[in-house]
């Protein structure tokens, strides 16, 4: 199975753009590509996904690199209630499954 | 709302007693999954099911059971709780499996004694 990496903890100053990295080397071409955060005592809460391009909502912005062996979760300006844990996930078409990271804690500076 | 439910919120219980964590959806998704959280571990699939009646493994389905008889639950059953099942655990729904966004329950935190 396809896994993911990413750094422990990242920090960011309020107000500006945060981008928080994800390798997925192994990755399959079917497999798609979800980020999640989870708050202190709450379940993990949606923020984007993809397959293969870019794909921007209100909350973020995923980059999908070419080979789509890594790709950038983009805060674009970050604010106090973005600091949470933030899950980069796989889904495998063919076995259903989902991978997830370890993920990285943001911390927001004030 | 469109939401998942789970139940109950937190629960304490004796090594090999029997229990049930319940989980139900109200979006008519066709999939839905287990995962437990453990410190340095992360989240962890344990069964999904992509249907009613359609169920599989996850990565860690060891002393775990489940069923979908209804599309909208998906009970998780411990038949012999031990003290490495003390975790929380969380359900998902999706409509579409990975091609569409999960939605996560509050989790129940259980402690098997």
């Known amino acids: 199975d396809a896994k993911t990496t990413q750094p422990n903890s990242m920090e960011s100053n309020e107000e500006e753009p945060v981008h928080l990295p994800c390798n997925h080397s192994t990755i399959s071409g079917t497999d798609y590509i979800h980020w999640y955060r989870q708050l202190p005592s709450q379940g993990p809460e949606y923020v984007i996904h993809g397959l293969t391009s870019n794909v921007n909502n209100r909350m973020a912005s995923l980059a999908i690199a070419e080979d789509r062996k890594s790709s950038t979760l983009i805060l674009h300006r970050a604010t106090l209630r973005d600091a949470a844990v933030y899950y980069c996930?796989?889904?495998?078409?063919?076995?259903?499954?989902?991978?997830f990271g370890t993920g990285t804690r943001l911390k927001v500076l004030a | 709302e469109a939401q998942v439910t789970q139940n109950p919120r937190y629960l304490i219980t004796v090594t090999g007693k029997k229990l049930t964590v319940t989980c139900s959806q109200n979006?008519?998704?066709?999939?839905m999954s287990w995962y437990r959280q453990d410190p340095g571990l992360g989240l962890r699939q344990i069964y999904y099911s992509m249907n009613v009646e359609v169920t599989d493994k996850g990565d860690v389905p060891e002393g775990y059971k489940v069923s979908r008889k209804e599309k909208r639950n998906f009970p998780l059953i411990l038949e012999s709780p031990s003290p490495n099942q003390t975790s929380l655990y969380f359900c998902?729904?999706?409509?579409?499996?990975?091609?569409?966004?999960?939605?996560f329950g509050s989790g129940t935190q259980l402690s098997v004694l």
């Open positions: 998902a729904s999706s409509s579409a499996g990975g091609r569409e966004k999960l939605f």
């Open positions: 979006m008519n998704h066709e999939y």
């Open positions: 996930i796989l889904f495998s078409s063919g076995t259903y499954k989902y991978i």
